[in-house]
C-alpha cells in the first residue's frame, strides 16, 4: 500500500479524499493556489504545498508542478478527484514517465473512452447500444448537414471531447444547423482545446442513467448499481439519487453487464461511470463514458455500504477486488443535493464572497460533503461547487422527507446559493412520484415560484425579533445585561454588551 498519496485537486473532493487516505494510514499532500491558501481541504491534509496563482493553467492544470510537488513531497501515487487533470490523457503518461501512480485507469484506456467518437466506435464493436449518430468528427457544416439528414432532425451537436454540460446544443431545422456548427465547435475549443464535433439524434424527454463499474488490475469487473441523474440544468447534473425510480432488478442487472462490457472492451481499470439515455419505452442507449470518480458518488456508497475511494485506491496499489458481484447489495435510497454558491434569482450567475454565517444539517441519514467554513472566502476563479448534502433511508420517501429536514436546517450567510431550487424540486409532485426527466427542471423553472418552507417558518421569527428590536431601543439605553450562573450556583453580571451589537446578533438569529 501507498505511503503517501498526492491529491491533485481541491475543494470538497479534496477533502474527502484526505479523509479516505487517513482511514487507511496514509499520508495526504495536498497542493494549494494562491486563493486557495486558506481552504478546508489544506487544513484536512498532512502536508501542503503552493503550486501558483489562482489561474487553475498555472496551478491545478499545471502538469510540471504538480508532478514536482509529487517528488518533493515523496509521493508515491497522485489522486485527481474530479475535474482539471482527471481525464488527461497526457497527464497520465507524464506520470508512468515520473515513476508516480495516476489513481485511476491507463493513458489507453483513457483515450479510448475520453473521447465521445471513439468511444462510440469502440461500443459498436462490442456490440453495446448506442443512440443512432455519427462516428466520427464533423470537419464542415456540410458534413453535419449530411449527416443531420439521414440521421433525421431533430439531432444534438456535441464536443467530441466534453463533459459537464458543456459543447452541446439542439439542432431542429437545417437552418439551424450553421450557427449551431460554429457555436458549438468555438465552446468546445474553449472548454477543452478541441473543436471536434459529432451528432447524435435527438431523443425527445429521456432519462439520464449512469451505472458505477470499478475494475482491478487483474481483470475483475463489477458494478455497483445505477444512479439518476434527470435532474439536470443546462445539460449539468444538480440532483442524483440511488438506485434510479424506473430501474427495475432485470433492467439493472442488463445494463450493468453491459457496462462490465464496454469496461472489459476499453481494458479499463479503477472507478468508471458508463452513462446511458433511457427512452420513454425504458430501452437504454450507450451515451459515454465517465474515466474518473463522479461527483455523486456518495449516493452509491450509501446504498451499497462500500468506500469508492478507498477502493480505488487499493485498486491502484495493485490489489483485487475483495468483492464479487453477488456481494453487491443494493439496501434503501439515497439522494445527493449539490450546493452552489449561484443565485437563482439572477439565472444561476456565480455568488462568490465570504462565507459569514454555516449551519450544517445533522441527525439520521444525513451526511455532508463539504470544502467550506464559516468565514472562508469563496472564489470567483472555479467551479461553484460549495458541498454535496446527501440523505439516506429505508424508503424513497424516507430519503425525500429526510432532505427535506436537512434543506430547513442548512443555512450559509454571506452568499447566494441554488438552496432553495431543492425545496422546490422535493415538493413537486412528479419528482415525489419518480416521474421525471431531463427536461423536467427547465420546466419547473417555468412555473411560479412558491414560498418555500423555509420563508414561512421565518415569518413568525422575523415579526418577534422586529417586537424585540423595538422594545430595546425604546428602553433608551445603549446597553443591556446579561446573566449567567456561576460555579457556586450565585448569579453573576457578565460584562455589558452593547445594543447594536445585540441588535446585528439576534437579526441573523431570526434570519436563519
Known amino acids: 500500500m501507498f505511503r503517501r498519496i498526492l491529491i491533485a485537486n481541491r475543494g470538497e473532493i479534496a477533502v474527502r479524499i484526505a479523509r479516505a487516505c487517513r482511514e487507511m494510514g496514509i499520508e495526504s499532500i495536498g497542493v494549494f493556489s494562491d486563493v486557495d491558501r486558506r481552504a478546508l481541504y489544506v487544513r484536512k491534509v498532512d502536508h501542503a504545498y503552493h503550486i501558483g496563482p489562482a489561474q487553475a493553467s498555472e496551478s491545478y492544470l499545471n502538469t510540471e508542478k504538480i508532478l514536482d510537488v509529487a517528488r518533493r513531497s515523496g509521493a508515491e ?55 443512432p449518430g455519427s462516428e466520427k468528427g464533423l470537419e464542415s457544416v456540410d458534413r453535419a448537414l449530411e449527416s443531420a439528414g439521414k440521421i433525421g432532425y431533430p439531432v444534438m451537436l456535441k464536443a467530441a471531447s466534453g463533459g459537464g454540460g458543456k459543447g452541446m446544443r439542439q439542432v431542429r431545422t437545417p437552418e439551424e444547423m450553421r450557427s449551431a456548427f460554429d457555436l458549438t465547435r468555438s465552446e468546445a475549443q474553449r472548454a477543452f482545446g478541441d473543436n471536434e464535433v459529432y451528432l447524435e439524434k435527438l431523443i425527445e424527454n429521456p432519462r439520464h442513467v449512469e451505472m458505477q463499474i470499478m475494475a482491478d488490475e487483474h481483470g475483475d469487473v463489477i458494478y455497483l448499481g445505477e444512479r439518476e441523474c434527470s435532474i439536470q440544468r443546462r445539460h449539468q447534473k444538480v440532483m442524483e439519487e440511488a438506485p434510479s425510480p424506473i430501474v427495475d432488478d432485470d433492467m439493472r442487472r442488463r445494463m450493468g453487464e453491459i457496462a462490465v462490457r464496454a469496461a472489459k472492451v476499453a481494458h479499463y481499470t479503477n472507478a468508471g461511470t458508463v452513462e446511458f439515455l433511457v427512452d420513454q419505452s425504458r430501452n437504454f442507449y450507450f ?33 483485487k477486488l475483495t468483492i464479487r458481484q453477488e456481494d453487491v447489495q443494493i439496501r434503501g435510497h439515497a439522494i445527493e443535493c449539490r450546493i452552489y454558491a449561484e443565485d437563482p434569482d439572477n439565472n444561476y450567475f456565480p455568488s462568490p464572497g465570504r462565507i459569514t454565517r454555516l449551519i450544517s444539517p445533522a441527525g439520521p441519514g444525513i451526511r455532508r460533503d463539504g470544502g467550506i467554513y464559516e468565514g472562508w472566502t469563496v472564489p470567483i476563479e472555479y467551479d461553484p461547487l460549495l458541498s454535496k448534502l446527501s440523505s439516506y433511508g429505508p424508503t424513497r420517501t424516507d430519503a425525500i422527507n429526510r432532505m427535506r429536514r436537512a434543506l430547513v436546517e442548512v443555512f450559509i450567510g454571506g452568499i447566494k446559493t441554488n438552496i432553495s431550487l431543492f425545496r422546490r424540486i422535493l415538493l413537486h409532485p412528479e419528482f415525489q412520484a419518480g416521474n421525471f426527466d431531463t427536461g423536467f427542471l427547465d420546466r419547473l423553472l417555468r412555473e411560479p415560484k412558491p414560498v418555500d418552507e423555509r420563508t414561512r417558518m421565518r415569518i413568525p421569527i422575523a415579526a418577534i425579533a422586529a417586537a424585540l428590536f423595538a422594545q430595546v431601543e ?14 457556586n450556583g450565585a448569579v453573576r453580571e457578565l460584562p455589558r454588551k452593547p445594543v447594536s451589537n445585540w441588535k446585528r446578533s439576534a437579526r441573523e438569529e431570526a434570519l436563519h
Do not use: W
Open 77 to 131: 501515487a497522485i489522486h485527481p478527484g474530479y475535474g482539471f487533470l482527471s481525464e488527461n490523457a497526457q497527464f497520465v503518461t507524464a506520470c508512468e514517465r515520473a515513476g508516480i501512480k495516476f489513481i485511476g485507469p491507463s493513458a489507453r484506456s483513457m483515450e479510448m473512452m475520453g473521447s465521445k467518437t471513439r468511444a462510440r466506435q469502440t461500443m459498436k464493436k462490442a456490440g453495446v447500444p448506442f443512440v
Open 287 to 319: 451515451l459515454e463514458m465517465n474515466t474518473r470518480l463522479q461527483v455523486e458518488h456518495p449516493v452509491t456508497e450509501l446504498v451499497t455500504g462500500l468506500d469508492l475511494v478507498q477502493m480505488q485506491i487499493a485498486i491502484a496499489a495493485g490489489e
Open 474 to 487: 425604546s428602553r433608551g439605553g445603549p446597553e443591556i445585561s446579561s446573566l449567567k450562573g456561576s460555579r
